[in-house]
């Protein structure tokens, strides 16, 4: 049953979706809010979590990684690239655009469009643009460019 406009169930139902609107658009979480500190794991939990930790290093004790990297800046860049990427595809980007932006500081101070032009030929690339400077700003700004 449809309620008529100006009837108590329809004048509620835009009451509720008023206050949720509100209530969305005024609330904001700091980015530097550290997150809320989680209970220690059950014991019996932890003990299971070490184990299958143990077992993958004796597994695999040198993981390689598919995405070609020289220093930790290098290889985050090359992680945010290759959401919804094959790494290959990512491994053909990159060293163009290392080239240009070797630091975090000279890819922060890169505009949008010369990043775009860079990475054009990774999915997504217009926000993965915007991303890869934010982080590059972020790493200036809150690490010192480390």
């Given at each position: 049953m449809r309620s008529k406009p100006g009837s108590n169930t329809t004048t509620a139902m835009t009451?509720?979706?008023?206050?949720?609107?509100k209530a969305t658009k005024t609330t904001t979480v700091s980015a530097s809010a550290a997150p809320a500190?989680?209970?220690?794991?059950?014991?019996?939990?932890?003990?299971?979590?070490?184990?299958i930790h143990r077992?993958?290093?004796?597994?695999?004790?040198?993981?390689?990684?598919?995405?070609d990297h020289f220093d930790n800046y290098s290889l985050l860049i090359a992680v945010i690239l290759s959401a919804q990427t094959t790494d290959g595809k990512v491994n053909e980007v990159t060293p163009?655009?290392?080239?240009?932006?070797?630091?975090?500081?000279?890819?922060?101070a890169l505009p949008h469009a010369t990043v775009l032009s860079l990475i054009r030929s990774v999915g997504l690339a217009p926000g993965k643009a915007k991303n890869i400077i934010g982080a590059a700003k972020m790493l200036v700004d809150t690490f010192g460019g480390q």
């Open positions: 009451k509720t979706k008023a206050k949720q609107s500190s989680l209970p220690p794991p059950p014991p019996a939990l932890l003990s299971k979590a070490q184990a077992l993958l290093d004796q597994l695999y004790p040198n993981p390689p990684i598919p995405l163009g655009l290392f080239k240009v932006a070797p630091t975090p500081a000279h890819l922060a």
